[in-house]
């Protein structure tokens, strides 16, 4: 949980601190206008701990998904358009790693700070792989 304890808090989106989203958002299916408008939104990341139960709260636009989840445990996570994936967070190397298994490709999240910022790295395990890191400043 010492990573968890890390990321509990809020965090902003640093829009100009992405790397590869755009190929990112393609490689997940989202097409052309839905990649411009979601690489531009201030997205807000919001962590928090109760015990061994751990929420993550995305907040964009007016829009908003919570995963709730204990570290180790599967669990079916419903995202947006309906898609569902079998999702486990574990720590891992001095990282909480996300991984999602389900149609249409399997992916894998990683959350860290590192230098005071919270650096989401996510990749699309199509063929090839592609991947993007985001970055987010303590709000």
């Known amino acids: 949980?010492?990573?968890?304890?890390?990321?509990?808090?809020?965090?902003?989106?640093?829009?100009?601190?992405?790397?590869?989203?755009?190929?990112?958002?393609?490689?997940?299916?989202?097409?052309?206008?839905?990649?411009?408008?979601?690489?531009?939104?201030?997205?807000?990341?919001?962590?928090?701990?109760?015990?061994?139960?751990?929420?993550?709260?995305?907040?964009?636009?007016?829009?908003?998904?919570?995963?709730?989840?204990?570290?180790?445990?599967?669990?079916t996570e419903t995202l947006a358009g309906g898609r569902e994936y079998k999702t486990t967070f574990t720590e891992e190397g001095g990282k909480l790693v996300r991984r999602q298994k389900g149609t249409p490709f399997n992916s894998t999240s990683t959350y860290q700070v590192v230098g005071g910022q919270l650096v989401e790295t996510r990749t699309c395990e199509s063929s090839p792989p592609v991947s993007c890191v985001r970055k987010l400043n303590k709000a």
Do not use: C, R
């Open 1 to 75: 949980m010492s990573v968890v304890k890390s990321l509990v808090g809020t965090w902003k989106v640093d829009t100009n601190a992405s790397e590869n989203l755009g190929a990112y958002l393609k490689a997940v299916g989202l097409t052309g206008d839905m990649i411009e408008g979601a690489s531009k939104l201030p997205v807000e990341m919001k962590w928090t701990a109760n015990g061994n139960q751990i929420t993550q709260t995305m907040k964009a636009k007016g829009n908003s998904h919570k995963t709730v989840f204990t570290l180790g445990d599967e669990f």
